[in-house]
C-alpha cells in the first residue's frame, strides 16, 4: 500500500486546480501548470484537498499512486510559492554573470559559456561566484540546474568546478598519496 499516495494534497488560499479526467490544470500567484497522469487513477477534489485514489488493486497502480501525488503536490507548491536551486563556483577566474536573461558562465575555458534561459526559468547572480535557477516546475529547475553543473563538474583534487550549495565533493589526495 502506498503510504504517500494515500495522503491529501492540501491546497493553500489563492491555489486553484480543475481535474478534468486524467489532466490536472494547477493556477497559483507565480503561474500555471497542466499535466495528463495514469488511466490506473482518479483524481478528485474535495474541498481544499486533492485525493489520488486507485482504480484497481494492481501492483502498477499502487506504485502510479505516490508519484501521482507528489507530482500533484509539487505543482501546487511550485505555483504558490516557487522552487530554486543554489549553485556555487568555485576556482580561479570562473564567474557568472547574467546577460539580459541568460547567463553567461567564465569557466577556465578560453571561450565565455552561453546558457539560455528557457521558458519559466529565471537566474539570480548575487554575485560573481553564486548562481540562483528559479521557476515554478521542480522538475525543470532541477534540470537545468544539473545542465548548468554539467558545463564543468567538480573535480577531486582542487575541487574546482560548479557544485550545488552545500554539496560535499569527496577530495582526493593525488601524487601525495604514495
Do not use: W
Not at 56 to 79: F, P
Amino acid at each position: 500500500m502506498s503510504r504517500i499516495g494515500k495522503k491529501p494534497v492540501q491546497i493553500p488560499a489563492g491555489v486553484t486546480v480543475t481535474v478534468n479526467g486524467t489532466n490536472v490544470h494547477v493556477k497559483g500567484s507565480k503561474g500555471e501548470l497542466e499535466r495528463s497522469f495514469s488511466e490506473l487513477l482518479e483524481i478528485v477534489v474535495e474541498g481544499e484537498e486533492i485525493l489520488v485514489k486507485r482504480v484497481d488493486d494492481s501492483k502498477e497502480s499502487n506504485a502510479q499512486q505516490g508519484l501521482t501525488r507528489t507530482l500533484i503536490h509539487n505543482m501546487v507548491i511550485g505555483v504558490s510559492e516557487g522552487f530554486e536551486k543554489k549553485l556555487e563556483l568555485a576556482g580561479v577566474g570562473y564567474r557568472a554573470a547574467l546577460k539580459g536573461k541568460d547567463l553567461e558562465l567564465s569557466l577556465g575555458y578560453s571561450h565565455p559559456v552561453p546558457y539560455a534561459a528557457s521558458e519559466g526559468i529565471t537566474f539570480e547572480v548575487p554575485d560573481n561566484t553564486h548562481i540562483t535557477v528559479k521557476g515554478i516546475s521542480k522538475e525543470r529547475v532541477g534540470q537545468v540546474a544539473a545542465e548548468i553543473r554539467a558545463k564543468r563538474p567538480p573535480e577531486p583534487y582542487k575541487g574546482k568546478g560548479i557544485h550545488y550549495e552545500g554539496e560535499h565533493i569527496r577530495r582526493k589526495l593525488g601524487k601525495a598519496a604514495k
